[in-house]
Nanobody, 118 residues
């Protein structure tokens, strides 16, 4: 059974930090590219960051470059999103996504809520 489970969300003040984790099971994690998306209230789901299967390539949305860092540990089937210098506009539900582009296989987690507010 495939599972993708995010954790680490919560309430943080502007300028603070959070680290999100996403633990995967039920598929061969190490061959999937992993991505984080987010969806703010009333808005569409947007790409945040991605990391290639072996971890060598990362990409970021312009809005988070220099503040967020994506990483993965294939031994633990886990991908992380370190978020620093958080802003109120980072408030959203953050979703973990696993993608095998060659075979067009994709899995999503249920999301974890991040709220940046005083």
């Amino acid at each position: 059974q495939v599972q993708v489970v995010e954790s680490g969300g919560g309430l943080v003040q502007p300028g603070g930090s959070l680290r999100l984790s996403c633990v995967a099971s039920g598929f061969t994690f190490r061959v999937f590219d992993m991505r984080w998306y987010r969806q703010a209230p009333g808005k569409k789901r947007d790409f945040v960051a991605s990391v290639s299967s072996a971890g060598g390539n990362t990409n970021y949305a312009d809005s988070v470059k220099g503040r967020f860092t994506i990483s993965r540990d294939n031994a633990k089937n886990t991908v992380y999103l370190q978020m620093n210098s958080l802003k109120p506009e980072d408030t959203a539900v953050y979703y973990c996504n696993a993608l095998h582009a060659v075979y067009d296989i994709e899995y999503w987690g249920q999301g974890t809520l991040v709220t940046v507010s005083e």
